[in-house]
């Protein structure tokens, strides 16, 4: 979810708003859609006055429910303001990696390609290149909101042609989540924050002296997680050293990192000292679901590197969980010596984009527009745990005191980290899952799987385009 702009955060409502500069802008318009109905996904053109159905292609799991709702109760609107239209929603219940899978297989052919596509921004531009996202600077040149959005927001669904291809709808960051309770029993402070690498790991092993039948720590750190291993797991260990992923200056990626072999001698460490759950939890494609819905609640976990829309699934759902704020602590991740900035963060979103192969592009923009007004926008936000898209729902006072945890995660915002805006980051994140499987299976040393992971890159983008790091 990634390419936002860093801004400071205070925690007044106006101060919100300048967040939304780094924060993602959705709007609204309902009145661009054709009254008439006139558009067909059967091959009419639009204006015909034919049937039109809208296919919405999205992520759905047990723990991500919330863009089903708000898209469901936009379907029934919708649908009764336009008569002839009908949208229909898929629902694909998949992690990460499987979802991208499918979305580019049904992507393959015209016939099972979708007029709106939930689209992470880190796919935009190999999506975009790829030629399943169509480019919308003609609609939203014609729509009134776009303006709401910051310029850098607006980036977020840019590809490699500067074309506009998605709408964002909100952004995260990511933190420690630590279970007071059971940190009571082990003698560790209700507020606590550790200051360096070291202290995370002193507190997973107090954790597990004292309560040996609770998992101490949880970090992604394989395959089946998928991104989540990449950008929660590896990179919110990575951009604490004082080494990144990639110099954007020069635009090459950084090969022979000491923060690259750092982070995975950490990931062998935890798994090596039992702090972490076990091999096969650990290779659970559905950790990330257990995590939220099972593990923390049920204080079997004691401390969690995760993202800011978690307690979205503990205020609402099948996995409501009344008593979450007085339990969980939260805490910034910290850098990897206490060095400046003293702690970082990850950030990331997800965008409503219309498919290249749609018949009907103008009512599958309208759908997004008409989905991602103030109300949609703010119902998004705030239930899916999001910092603020819109500038007019990042200043709404219900939106500042709806989740206590919100002035929490927006504070780590000044010291947040993205994802290279490049088409091959895709292939890189991979072989970052590679890497972090293979140290804590025990199949390579930090050292082979860092001179692994050098190759590999080398090999995806070419001599020319990776530099040793400093």
Not at 241 to 259: F, Q
Not at 269 to 295: F, K
Not at 452 to 465: H, I, L, N, P, S
Request: proline share 5%; with cysteine; hydrophobic share 40%.
């Amino acid at each position: 979810h990634p390419y936002v702009q860093r801004s400071t955060m205070r925690t007044s409502a106006r101060a919100l708003v300048a967040v939304s500069a780094l924060a993602l802008v959705l709007a609204a318009c309902s009145s661009g859609t054709d009254s008439d109905g006139g558009e067909t996904t059967s091959g009419s053109s639009e204006g015909s006055g034919e049937a039109t159905t809208i296919k919405v292609a999205y992520q759905k799991t047990d723990s991500f429910f919330q863009l089903h709702d708000l898209l469901a109760e936009k379907k029934t609107a919708f649908e009764a303001a336009n008569p002839g239209v009908t949208i229909e929603l898929v629902p694909i219940a998949a992690q990460e990696t499987d979802y991208f899978t499918k979305l580019a297989l049904m992507n393959g052919s015209a016939d099972t390609a979708p007029d709106v596509i939930y689209e992470d921004t880190f796919q935009v531009r190999p999506d975009a290149a790829a030629e399943f996202l169509l480019p919308l600077d003609d609609y939203l040149a014609e729509w009134e909101d776009w303006e709401q959005f910051p310029e850098g927001i607006r980036e977020a669904g840019k590809g490699d042609d500067g074309s506009i291809y998605g709408v964002s709808m909100g952004t995260d960051t990511r933190g420690i989540y630590f279970n007071k309770e059971i940190f009571a029993q082990a003698g560790l402070p209700e507020d606590w924050q550790p200051e360096s690498w070291d202290d995370l790991l002193e507190a997973a092993r107090a954790v597990k002296e004292a309560v040996p039948d609770v998992i101490p720590l949880n970090i992604y750190s394989s395959k089946a997680q998928g991104e989540a291993a990449s950008m929660q797991g590896f990179q919110m260990l990575l951009y604490g050293t004082d080494d990144t992923l990639y110099d954007a200056e020069e635009g090459k990626w950084i090969v022979g990192s000491k923060g690259f072999e750092d982070t995975l001698t950490f990931l062998k460490t935890m798994h090596d000292e039992g702090l972490a759950p076990s091999l096969e939890d650990s290779l659970d494609t559905n950790l990330p679901n257990r995590v939220s819905g099972e593990l923390l609640p049920e204080g079997k976990l004691a401390i969690a590197v995760d993202g800011s829309w978690v307690p979205g699934g503990w205020m609402a759902g099948d996995n409501a969980w009344a008593e979450w704020e007085d339990v969980m602590g939260m805490a910034a991740m910290p850098t990897q010596n206490g060095q400046e900035p003293g702690s970082t963060s990850m950030s990331g979103g997800w965008l409503l984009s219309v498919g290249a192969k749609s018949k009907a592009p103008q009512t599958a923009f309208d759908f997004i527009a008409f989905t991602l007004d103030e109300e949609g926008s703010f119902k998004f936000a705030t239930e899916n745990s999001q910092i603020a898209a819109r500038e007019d729902v990042a200043a709404n006072p219900e939106y500042v005191s709806f989740n206590p945890s919100f002035e929490f995660f927006s504070s780590l915002v000044p010291n947040t980290n993205f994802r290279p805006a490049t088409p091959d980051y895709a292939q890189i994140s991979n072989n970052i899952q590679v890497a972090a499987e293979s140290v804590i299976t025990g199949q390579a040393t930090p050292e082979q799987a860092a001179a692994t992971y050098d190759e590999a890159v080398t090999r995806v983008v070419g001599d020319d385009k990776v530099k040793a790091a400093n």
